[in-house]
């Protein structure tokens, strides 16, 4: 294949850094301002239009670059039980680093969306936030960054994909799982050779999510006796982990054992799923010409402009869980939105 085939490392870190900018400036607004709306704007006009832009401005072969190839049943079978055993696994390292931020920063604030109230308002999640969300996000990272970065090499390009995945999230709190996700889905395109397999097993992903979080609020709502419908916002975490503090020692002894054997069994699950996914893929020869020259690893620091303005986010929500505010940081932030 020819150099140009493909989009350049330049071409995809500017694309991420654009995306971010217009994520934060517009994208966080119009979510503040109404979710759902603001959610269709972000992802259709924002995420996955740029993307998209830069294939037809270039005149790229988007068949050839985003991977439009099909999948088969087996493999569909395989991800979904993969994205279901892989969700506890990757929740113990979330609770885990959850916990070390506690300690860090003395408290943890994760901001969670609207939570459906009745069985419509699930299915316009599940279509939004499950269906939307995974078309677009999928083009754009697992679609072009992707396929950009694998001028670096198949591995890096996955994970470099998924950190930065991880990272336009703007919430520390989650990086570390939105990252394990994204490269379990890299991994999952790769191998198929198709963007299909990344877009169902991130709408699997968050579809799941989804309708865990409106089963729970069903449930705490229950307890209560109280009709509290759930209106997303923030999720104070402490008093998860005060709640464990509260449990008996013998008892406290008991729920760790349980919950270990529970995610060894997860673990053990997933390894298997895994492997059979594996051995029912094959690896396709990298396309992608190598660029591991000075003037290719260059192009990644267009990556900056993009990675600065997500530190200011991270920055302010560290001080915010501190309950320390820096004036310039502040004011930078809203700027940012």
């Not at 654009?18 to 704007?41: D, H, K, N």
């Not at 083009?139 to 890096?156: A, D, I, N, P």
């Not at 995945?165 to 996700?181: C, R």
């Not at 449990?247 to 298997?272: K, N, W, Y």
């Amino acid at each position: 294949m020819e150099s140009n085939s493909y989009p350049s490392i330049k071409q995809v870190s500017i694309l991420y850094s654009i995306t971010v900018f217009l994520f934060l400036f517009i994208g966080s607004r119009a979510q503040q301002y109404e979710f759902y709306s603001g959610i269709l704007l972000t992802e259709f006009v924002l995420i996955m239009a740029p993307a998209l832009a830069l294939l037809s401005i270039y005149g790229y072969n988007v068949k050839e670059v985003l991977r439009l190839n099909r999948i088969s049943f087996l493999n569909i079978f395989l991800i979904f039980w993969i994205m279901i055993f892989a969700i506890p696994v990757v929740a113990v390292f979330n609770l885990a680093n959850l916990w070390v931020i506690k300690h860090i920063f003395g408290k943890v604030l994760v901001a969670q969306p609207p939570t459906a109230t009745n069985l419509t308002e699930l299915l316009i999640n599940l279509l939004i936030i499950g269906g939307v969300a995974g078309i677009c996000e999928e083009v754009l990272f697992r679609g072009v960054v992707q396929r950009g970065f694998e001028r670096l090499g198949t591995v890096r390009a996955i994970l470099l994909s998924a950190f930065l995945f991880g990272l336009m999230h703007s919430d520390f709190q989650k990086l570390l799982g939105t990252f394990m996700l994204g490269t379990l889905i890299g991994f999952i395109v790769y191998r198929t050779d198709s963007i299909f397999g990344g877009i169902f097993a991130h709408f699997t992903n968050n579809s799941i999510a989804t309708v865990m979080a409106y089963l729970s609020d069903k449930l705490l709502a229950a307890a209560q006796s109280s009709g509290a419908g759930g209106a997303g916002g923030q999720y104070d975490a402490d008093g998860l982990f005060s709640s464990f503090e509260s449990i008996p020692e013998v008892q406290l002894i008991a729920m760790i054992i349980a919950g270990s054997f529970l995610f060894m069994f997860c673990a053990v699950v997933l390894t298997g799923l895994l492997v059979a996914f594996f051995r029912t893929t094959s690896a396709k020869p990298n396309a992608v010409p190598a660029d591991m020259s000075t003037a290719g690893l260059k192009g990644m620091l267009w990556l900056l402009p993009g990675l600065v303005m997500v530190g200011f986010i991270y920055v302010y929500q560290g001080l915010s869980l501190m309950g320390v505010r820096v004036g310039f940081v502040d004011s930078i932030t809203k700027l940012l939105g």
